[in-house]
């Protein structure tokens, strides 16, 4: 049917007002809420000691001093690539589950249906279930109305602000700052970003909810072209439950299925869709609708599992009357073993980039304007600025030194000649000015260039790093 | 498979693709409401910023904002913030300075853009100097009229040979051959010296004769060997330095013609209110000595 007539270009949202289920997708779904928001509301306050100089909160975002803390690792700037890796694993690990699983990503631990759960729940504790706010929604406006109404957002705006709250004490020590929020002497950024995140919060999980997932989320999209006839997601055995209850298809030949028709999967599914339609771009396969189907079979006596994750060839075979495949079967195949295997890769990557890690490191950058400078006595000398980086919790001294095939003298400026050794002060990069010097007439002096390196020594505990470069001599001009 | 369908009950745009038709659900009302929403922001963000061309310029906008300002606004607090360590910076020891690290850090760091917009134009951004303009080169060992820190904010704040500045240090040479006190075969005797005492090819026989009139006409100032006399700005000539080159003939045109090196003086006493402050002067001078080999 092609559309000729003038029909409406927007429509009006339908609100969802889901009930209340119980089942063992439903204590799941607690469960993983519980952790991930306990995850959330308390690792700022985790405590790890890492000596006087070093804050001692244990996941900590310095944006100030660019420096990330978590737990025994410390991330600079340069170290970046730990985090790229980090979303690279987090986008191969969804591409693995999406395949493997569909959207248990969006079901089950995206922080949009973890956050809409709670506010529903608490709705459903404040206004009743279904049916109560169904004709709560319908009522005219009265004092009870109102007082329900102001009740529910002011549960949904402070746990807005303690997820906002939640927010900023990653980025700063978080005892301090709840000092300071609560005598109002907290940096203006952070009662900004607590507004801004308490509405956004409030707006996102209360009002928006679904919506968010179906008009403003481009996974849905994407994760449809990574979902295969393998996939196990969740589906209705129509060749069980149907005819329905009231259709016009029973007849004689084709009695009445199992499905009753009772609307228990439509009211309790919290994106407001009939999974008997089949698999729809809405369906966040959180599984409400399994227990609350499983809850009826079991009251009517009929086996569990009209509604079930199931994948699209399973259902085929099942009507055909032929067996279905293993869950494992569905789950590996080359598909999700390609995916497991970059993320392993990946993974494994980092783990040794990790343990590699040093604790010292240089870099060396050569000035070249100009090129070399000539002294009174005929000496060339090259002048290097040297970016020295010490990651312990106090000042070690490092010792510089230089390694070539020809004779080189190594000077720190403002440094007596000889004493090559600097104070590097604590988690930080210090700046030092290197000259470099052959003698007149000797190679190094009169080639063009001569590799050398340059080498940094931890005197407290040998630890070493190194940097090549260049001296340049004069060429024979 | 029995598959229901949406089909029967939404409108399709009738646009097929591999038998995939697009449904044509509407949008939710609200998207709309959001759309009108920027409009109105819109309208409102024109009458409050900056936004209508007209002639000559734009509209100002009710809330004053330009961008210039934002830029005036960021530069005041940048200058307000260091107005304490500039103060540090001003009456601090010259020699000092070295032992406090976060002045040190500052003023090298100062001193090196004051250096950029001031100095590079004739001393070179790498601060090597330019030898055909007889500019000198601030890195090597070798100064004329010293290389201690308080020698270098000296010249910094009066320049050399510079008539503002009764202080400036001053020395004339002769112009030996344009004032036809020596003859040409004299200073191409003394050329031959002079090139003797800094170690480079020469002719021994005349270089013989010239250093007697070496120690006749120039000992006075340049030293019976030739080393120099800072105290005068008398360059070193036994050393591997030239200000204005070591060959036989630039040495030729030196003696004959003399050289006569001006710098300006930076300070505010003699340039007002387009000099150097004393805070960044002692910048500079800081950012000058930790370059190579300032003593």
Redesign the interface.
């Known amino acids: 049917?092609?559309?000729t007539d003038h029909?409406?270009?927007?429509?009006?949202?339908e609100p969802v007002f889901p009930r209340k289920v119980k089942g063992k997708f439903r204590s799941l779904k607690w469960g993983i809420m519980i952790l991930t928001l306990g995850v959330y509301y308390l690792t700022p306050w985790i405590r790890w000691d890492r000596g006087a100089e070093l804050p001692d909160q244990a996941v900590l975002v310095d944006l100030a001093s660019r420096r990330f803390f978590f737990f025994w690792i410390e991330i600079w700037p340069h170290e970046f690539y730990f985090i790229a890796g980090l979303l690279i694993m987090a986008g191969l690990g969804l591409f693995l589950f999406t395949s493997a699983m569909g959207r248990v990503w969006c079901g089950y631990t995206c922080p949009q249906t973890v956050w809409t759960d709670l506010f529903i729940a608490t709705e459903r504790w404040i206004e009743g279930d279904r049916n109560a706010r169904v004709r709560l929604w319908n009522a005219k406006w009265d004092l009870r109305k109102l007082r329900l109404r102001l009740t529910k957002f002011a549960v949904w705006l402070v746990i807005g602000l303690a997820t906002g709250g939640a927010w900023v004490f990653y980025f700063t020590d978080a005892p301090t700052l709840l000092v300071n929020l609560i005598n109002g002497t907290a940096h203006p950024a952070a009662y900004t970003t607590m507004a801004l995140l308490t509405v956004s919060t409030v707006f996102f999980g209360g009002i928006a909810r679904e919506?968010i997932c179906i008009?403003a989320c481009p996974w849905p999209r994407i994760q449809a072209a990574m979902m295969d006839e393998d996939t196990i997601t969740i589906g209705y055995r129509?060749?069980r439950g149907?005819p329905r209850k009231h259709s016009d298809a029973i007849t004689k030949e084709s009695p009445q299925g199992d499905c009753i028709d009772c609307m228990a999967c439509v009211n309790v599914c919290p994106v407001g869709i009939d999974i008997?339609?089949?698999q729809q771009m809405e369906c966040i396969t959180c599984g409400l609708c399994i227990d609350a189907c499983d809850d009826i079979m079991a009251k009517i006596g009929k086996p569990r599992g009209l509604i079930d994750y199931l994948s699209l060839d399973d259902?085929?075979a099942e009507?055909k009357g032929q067996p279905t495949k293993r869950v494992w079967q569905h789950i590996l195949r080359p598909r999700t073993l390609i995916y497991s295997s970059l993320w392993s890769i990946v993974g494994m990557g980092l783990v040794v980039a990790l343990f590699i890690q040093p604790d010292i490191d240089m870099t060396v950058a050569a000035?070249r304007?100009?090129t070399y400078?000539?002294?009174?006595?005929?000496t060339i000398?090259n002048?290097y600025e040297i970016r020295l980086r010490n990651k312990h919790g106090e000042t070690r001294p490092f010792e510089l030194s230089v390694t070539s095939d020809a004779a080189l003298q190594i000077d720190v400026?403002?440094q007596a000649s000889g004493d090559d050794v600097v104070n590097v002060p604590a988690d930080s990069t210090y700046l030092v000015?290197v000259?470099v010097s052959a003698a007149?007439q000797t190679p190094a002096s009169t080639d063009d260039r001569t590799a050398m390196r340059f080498w940094v020594v931890d005197t407290i505990n040998d630890d070493r790093a190194h940097d090549d470069t260049y001296f340049n001599g004069t060429g024979g001009t | 498979m029995n598959k229901p369908d949406k089909k029967d009950d939404v409108d399709t745009t009738g646009h097929v693709w591999d038998g995939i038709e697009e449904l044509d659900n509407p949008m939710p009302r609200w998207w709309v409401w959001v759309f009108y929403l920027t409009i109105i922001w819109a309208v409102g963000y024109s009458i409050a910023y900056p936004a209508w061309p007209l002639i000559n310029g734009a509209t100002a906008g009710l809330l004053g904002y330009s961008t210039r300002g934002e830029v005036a606004e960021d530069i005041a607090r940048v200058d307000a913030s260091n107005a304490e360590i500039l103060a540090r910076l001003s009456t601090a020891d010259l020699t000092a300075i070295r032992d406090d690290d976060e002045l040190h850090t500052f003023a090298v760091n100062a001193g090196g853009s004051i250096f950029a917009a001031n100095c590079s134009q004739c001393h070179g951004r790498g601060a090597a100097g330019v030898q055909a303009g007889g500019y000198p080169n601030l890195l090597d060992d070798d100064w004329l009229w010293g290389g201690d820190i308080e020698q270098i904010a000296y010249t910094v704040t009066h320049g050399i040979r510079n008539e503002q500045s009764m202080d400036s240090h001053y020395s004339l040479m002769p112009a030996f051959g344009t004032d036809e006190i020596l003859m040409n075969d004299e200073i191409d005797a003394i050329v031959q010296h002079v090139l003797s005492i800094s170690g480079q090819d020469h002719d021994a026989d005349l270089a013989g004769v010239g250093s007697t009139l070496f120690l006749d006409n120039c000992a006075s100032c340049h030293g019976d060997a030739g080393t120099g006399m800072q105290e005068i700005g008398a360059p070193n000539l036994s050393d591997a330095i030239w200000l204005y080159g070591g060959d036989a003939d630039t040495i030729r045109t030196t003696i004959q013609n003399a050289r006569f090196g001006v710098m300006p003086a930076w300070s505010e006493e003699f340039r007002g209110a387009s000099g150097l402050s004393l805070a960044e002067i002692n910048a500079v001078a800081t950012y000058v000595h930790q370059l190579g080999s300032a003593q």
């Open positions: 049917m092609t559309s029909k409406p270009l927007y429509a009006k949202r919506q008009y129509s060749w149907e008997r339609d089949g259902e085929e009507r000035v304007n100009p400078v000539v002294l009174s006595d005929g000398r002048v400026q403002g000015r000259f007149a």
